[in-house]
């Protein structure tokens, strides 16, 4: 097993484009979770999956936000329209059951110009 | 809400020195409490772990002890190393799911 996989590492979109970024867990995990970072803070969580269904939301994640998790494998994290606001690291996390076993993806860092 | 605070960085040190990290906490019931750890260009990384009151989690030379009564989660180390130059980050899972972080504090330990 080789973890938490994001791809991709780094994205540099222009104002208003669309991006989506994908996670793949740790093959084993039921629940998957996404987190912003940005420069010089802790993460924030964004949104998290157990299977197939998302179970809750943070306010952060505005309309222009969406997540998916078909078939409870893999995720992607869609933003719309996106603004210089949205620059950040986009970390995902998946776990067997609650934190048993929590780990990390190295992220995607997402530069919007 | 739930809430993390912890000491503002960078914290600069020399190696062999003691280091400590101030966290306190706010949080609805009693929640488990973590410290992770950042080195540049990786992901975070569970550093340490305690889930109830008093609990000592420790790793890697770090210690925190889980103090109810102050709300607090220091980390210590009695003698930093060169490669113990990261970002820490103590955070709260209150609900068993999500992680609460605080805003992390960058560790610089100078040869």
């Known amino acids: 097993d080789t973890g938490v996989s994001q791809n991709p590492r780094h994205k540099i979109t222009k104002r208003g484009q669309n991006v989506t970024f994908r996670c793949d867990p740790i093959s084993e995990h039921n629940r998957l979770y996404w987190y912003r970072q940005t420069l010089g803070q802790g993460p924030e969580f964004l949104t998290y999956?157990?299977?197939?269904?998302?179970?809750?939301k943070s306010r952060l994640l505005s309309d222009r936000f969406s997540a998916e998790r078909p078939k409870g494998s893999f995720s992607t994290l869609e933003i719309q329209r996106t603004e210089q606001g949205d620059s950040a690291m986009y970390l995902c996390?998946?776990?067997?059951?609650?934190?048993?076993?929590?780990?990390f993806g190295s992220g995607t860092r997402l530069t919007v110009v | 809400g739930n809430s993390v605070t912890q000491m503002e960085g960078p914290v600069t040190l020399s190696e062999e020195a003691f280091l400590t990290i101030n966290c306190t906490y706010t949080a609805t019931g009693y929640p488990s409490l973590f410290w992770y750890v950042q080195y540049p260009g990786e992901g975070l990384q569970l550093l340490l772990k305690a889930t109830k009151a008093d609990d000592k989690g420790s790793n890697k030379g770090f210690e925190a002890t889980y103090r109810k009564e102050t709300t607090s989660f220091h980390l210590e180390k009695g003698s930093v190393q060169v490669s113990d130059s990261a970002v820490y980050f103590c955070a709260l899972s209150a609900a068993g799911n999500k992680l609460t972080f605080g805003g992390g504090t960058r560790v610089l330990v100078k040869p």
């Open positions: 996390a998946s776990s067997l059951v609650g934190l048993e076993g929590y780990t």
């Open positions: 999956f157990q299977n197939e269904a998302q179970l809750e």
